[in-house]
């Protein structure tokens, strides 16, 4: 097959780079973590795992921003940027419903978009992913600390040199041993990014915790794993997504490409063929910011009604004026409080932020609780114990604070913002501790 001609999609003043393989009836896009488009169609193996997928599907491919092809940044794009990217990249394909097949670290974007967007997944299609990269309390896979850090030193100091490339693909024993598929992972590593970059990505997704995600998402999922180490993490991942597949295939190679990769394609292609009745969408991924006036009563008193109601309307206006500069939406407003909802934590974040500053110049002091989680539709309107989650935020929050949940945290992780832990709270009505973080404010501005 002919190699595909690349393309470039705008998002912004950004350019991202994609590819479209094959002609088939079910649009695919692919987000493996390496990148590097034009490259990695080198290796015969990844070329031939493309045409068996090209045999149903419309296989759409990029590089994210700041890697390969694509522009590059000053900041690697969080995960929020990340589905941004390839939402542009999907609409300048003219795909309107696409089955999403994330691989390794590289799935976080594509279950990130499915639950961002369900109305525009087909289906997740996951192999070789999980939950998360370090050991917790409440999971016990992963890399410690020390190791990971160990790791980093290793990335920084060999990416790119076929001695390090032989390490990265040792997990691959089908093709670890190959001479010619060493040399051109290295030249791949060149050609996606720097050293110090992919050290940067692999600590964001160390920090990266998708977990709460994953279990919001309605949409059909399969879950695929060889027999390599931890099988219990592929099973726990697999559990805490709504309705999802598990298939555990032969063989240990860690790339979809390398051992047995028709057999990865026939379960692919089974999946999809499948005729399934449309889920109800009546639940939506969403982050809810609660914003409000700080000594609303005393100022009330000390400035009586005429100059009160003056005040309130330029905090309206400061609050309505921002909102739209990151792509969010007011719900509901009461008195001098505020519910707005956004599509992306760390806008979210930003705009609070934003409007925070640009209040305190009029001598305004507002504080704000943020998270991220399932809401259910009702009437246009968000519901559920996600909005619950963010009010109980905005009442423990401190004046000029922008307090977020771990969840938040844990999904904007790579995108320079800074938080100062808070440790656990009891939130009123929502169950358990939860752990809740404050916004450093000089870090949003160095977006």
């Not at 002919?2 to 999609?9: E, K, N, V």
């Not at 600390?145 to 990416?159: A, H, I, K, N």
């Not at 609070?352 to 246009?380: P, W």
């Not at 904007?412 to 939860?434: I, M, R, T, Y």
Request: aromatic share 8%.
């Amino acid at each position: 097959m002919i190699a595909p001609q690349t393309s470039y999609a705008r998002t912004g003043d950004v350019s991202i780079a994609y590819q479209i393989f094959g002609e088939g009836s079910v649009d695919l896009a692919f987000t493996p973590w390496i990148g590097g488009l034009e490259v990695a169609l080198e290796q015969p193996r990844f070329m031939a795992f493309l045409e068996r997928l090209a045999g149903f599907a419309r296989v759409i491919r990029h590089d994210r921003r700041a890697t390969g092809l694509s522009d590059r940044a000053a900041l690697l794009p969080d995960l929020e940027t990340q589905v941004d990217d390839l939402e542009a990249v999907l609409n300048a394909t003219g795909s309107a419903s696409t089955a999403m097949l994330g691989t390794g670290a590289g799935f976080g974007v594509a279950a990130m978009f499915a639950a961002m967007h369900p109305e525009r997944t087909s289906a997740l299609l996951l192999f070789g992913a999980k939950a998360r990269s370090a050991p917790s309390d409440d999971y016990r896979w992963g890399r410690s600390e020390s190791e990971f850090r160990r790791w980093l030193q290793l990335v920084e100091l060999g990416w790119g040199t076929e001695d390090f490339a032989a390490k990265f693909v040792a997990d691959n024993p089908s093709v670890s041993q190959d001479p010619e598929f060493v040399r051109w992972f290295a030249k791949t590593q060149r050609h996606w990014v720097t050293p110090g970059a992919a050290a940067a990505m692999l600590r964001q997704s160390y920090e990266t915790d998708v977990r709460d995600i994953l279990r919001t998402l309605r949409v059909p999922t399969l879950v695929m794993a060889r027999e390599w180490r931890d099988p219990d993490a592929d099973e726990y991942l697999a559990s805490i997504i709504p309705g999802a597949e598990f298939v555990r295939l032969l063989g240990s190679d860690a790339m979809p490409w390398a051992g047995d990769f028709d057999a990865i394609v026939a379960e692919i292609e089974r999946f999809l063929r499948v005729r399934r009745m449309p889920m109800a969408i009546d639940t939506v991924l969403a982050t809810v910011l609660f914003t409000d006036m700080v000594g609303s009563t005393a100022r009330v008193v000390a400035l009586k009604d005429r100059k009160w109601s003056e005040l309130v309307a330029e905090h309206d206006r400061i609050v309505r004026g921002t909102l739209g500069r990151f792509r969010g939406r007011e719900q509901d407003h009461a008195g001098d409080g505020f519910l707005l909802i956004f599509d992306g934590p760390a806008r979210a974040i930003r705009c609070a932020c934003a409007i925070s500053d640009a209040l305190g110049r009029f001598g305004i002091e507002i504080r704000a609780g943020v998270h991220t989680g399932e809401c259910t539709l009702v009437d246009g309107k968000l519901r559920g114990i996600a909005v619950h989650i963010g009010a109980r935020l905005l009442e423990i929050a401190k004046p000029g604070q922008v307090l977020v949940s771990s969840t938040v945290k844990d999904l904007v992780a790579g995108s320079e913002l800074a938080f100062a832990d808070q440790g656990a709270h009891s939130l009123k009505g929502v169950p358990g501790d939860w752990r809740v973080f404050s916004v450093e404010r000089g870090s949003w501005q160095a977006q």
